[in-house]
């Protein structure tokens, strides 16, 4: 027979050979042996094939008896007759074959239950070991995640805190770029006033047209006013330009805040999911996709760089804001100084003119005295000469008279001599009085020419005073406070 194998037709004839049931059959070489798989269903589970035993047999393909003894049988061996009759006068095995075929059946059964329970106790504790590190790998995931929601809650802080910061650097940026606009603005004014006084200036009349020092003052107060302004808008020129750049700091941290928020906020559900949780589901190969651009290091360092940038930012901010400080407080200083000089020239040189024009009207008065004194001379030199004519007209009417007289009479006596001596002196004193009377006229013309040169002085002193007095100082009576100057309106 063989070894589970199926049913076999018995030899009956002839003694048995030591291929029986006395011993298992030697093993045969291993290139003799197959391993064969029968599948086994269970009932109603005809098609799962899922499930596959590990338990193998072997069949034996060696042969029990060798050519001779095929020989023999064949010799021997009676002729065919009926299975029935046959069973019935011969017995396929002997109670020893029975025995051990029954011993090895239990053996084999041993064999399986034990291979059987190890395998079971060898999958239990596989479970365990498979439960454990699952467990263990999930809870571990578990704190990495919680200490990935730390480190991004951390950053997140810091971005917020570095962010806030940013923006109230941004309005204070944007106050002082305000307060320089309405400065330079406000500085206008001033500088209106300033060329408006030199062109009133302009205006004065000869000699006053004087490159004095309240127009150095005032040449000097126009540049100042517009190189204040200059400074002013090139200052806020560069405020406009960081604050382009403290914006683009500003996008940087609410893009990586915003990045920060959904990453929190997917790793919380990340989190927060269990065994039992309803969303979780199969994603065959998502573990084979590597979707990431970045590792711890860099994923802080970028962080930590835009935070560094937007405090460099900041940094820079804070420099042009205390540059705009020191330029208002330089440049107001500035510019109520020279305001104060250019009032002080203006008020010396109010006083100045207004010395020279009293001085002027000083003189003119004292001219006009001499000239009526001049006019009442000339009077009194026409009267005493007209007074002299009359006594010339006798003495010379007597002389001719007297050339008269006949012969001998015609004496150089005394009165003769008198008489020419009378006319000689009359005409000598008529030609000095109209010589005086001359004199007397061209001081008086001369005295009526200084009297037009201190009258048109005076009126040029007069418009000089109208134009410091009247019009620039009633301009400059009022000049930007200190905080308007400063951007504070």
């Given amino acids: 027979m063989e070894f589970l194998g199926t049913t076999q037709t018995a030899n009956y004839c002839g003694p048995k050979k030591a291929c029986g049931f006395s011993a298992l059959p030697p093993a045969v070489p291993a ?20 499930w596959r035993p590990s338990l193998f047999y072997k069949i034996s393909n060696a042969q029990t008896c060798m050519d001779e003894g095929a020989t023999c049988r064949s010799a021997l061996r009676p002729p065919t007759i009926l299975p029935a009759l046959r069973s019935a006068l011969f017995c396929r095995y002997s ?19 034990l291979w059987a329970s190890r395998l079971t106790g060898d999958s239990m504790r596989l479970m365990q070991d498979k439960d454990q590190l699952t467990r263990q790998m999930q809870e571990g995931t578990s704190r990495n995640l919680g200490q990935r929601l730390s480190d991004i809650g951390f950053w997140k802080s810091e971005l917020g805190y570095e962010l806030e910061r940013l923006l109230k650097e941004n309005h204070s940026l944007e106050t002082v770029k305000r307060r320089l ?6 500085l206008n004014c001033p500088l209106q006033v300033a060329l408006e006084c030199l062109y009133h200036r302009e205006k004065r009349i000869g000699i006053d047209l004087v490159h004095d020092n309240v ?22 020129q560069r405020i406009d330009i960081q604050m382009r750049d403290n914006r683009d700091a500003q996008h940087a941290l609410e893009r990586d805040f915003e990045d920060k928020t959904s990453a929190q906020f997917i790793d919380e559900q990340c989190f927060n999911l269990r065994n039992t949780s309803d969303c979780i589901s199969f994603f065959h190969g998502v573990e084979k996709v590597d979707g990431t651009i970045s590792v711890p290091e860099t994923w802080a360092k970028f962080s930590n760089d835009n935070i560094r940038h937007s405090q460099n930012m900041r940094a820079n901010s804070i420099r042009l804001r205390e540059e ?13 100084k020279q305001f104060t000089h250019t009032n002080l020239a203006f008020s010396a040189r109010i006083s100045e003119v207004t010395d020279a ?5 000083t003189q003119l008065a004292k001219t006009l005295q001499e000239i009526f004194q001049a006019e009442n001379t000339i009077m009194l030199l026409e009267r005493s000469i007209m007074a002299k004519e009359c006594p010339l007209k006798v003495a010379q009417t007597r002389l001719e008279c007297r050339t008269r007289r006949p012969n001998v009479e015609l004496c150089r ?77």
């Fill in 31 to 50: 290139s003799e042996i197959q391993e064969c798989y029968q599948p086994y269903y269970l009932p109603g589970y005809r098609y799962l094939n899922s």
């Fill in 95 to 113: 109670p020893h074959d029975w025995d051990r075929s029954n011993e090895l059946q239990m053996r084999g059964a041993e064999a399986s239950r």
């Fill in 181 to 186: 606009e309405c400065a330079a603005e406000e």
């Fill in 215 to 236: 127009e150095k003052n005032l040449i000097r107060e126009v540049d100042l006013l517009k190189c204040c302004q200059e400074q002013m808008r090139k200052l806020a």
């Fill in 324 to 336: 705009a400080e020191n330029l208002f407080e330089n440049l107001s200083d500035q510019m109520w």
């Fill in 357 to 361: 024009k009293n001085k002027l009207q």
């Fill in 413 to 489: 006596d005394i009165p003769q001599f008198k008489l020419v001596n009378e006319v000689f002196t009359i005409d000598d004193t008529l030609q000095t009085l109209k010589l005086r009377l001359r004199e007397t006229q061209d001081t008086l013309q001369l005295l009526v020419m200084t009297k037009c040169r201190l009258e048109h002085e005076l009126a040029i002193k007069a418009n000089t005073l109208c134009i410091d007095k009247e019009k620039c100082m009633s301009m400059r009576k009022t000049f930007p406070s200190t905080p308007r100057l400063v951007g504070y309106t």
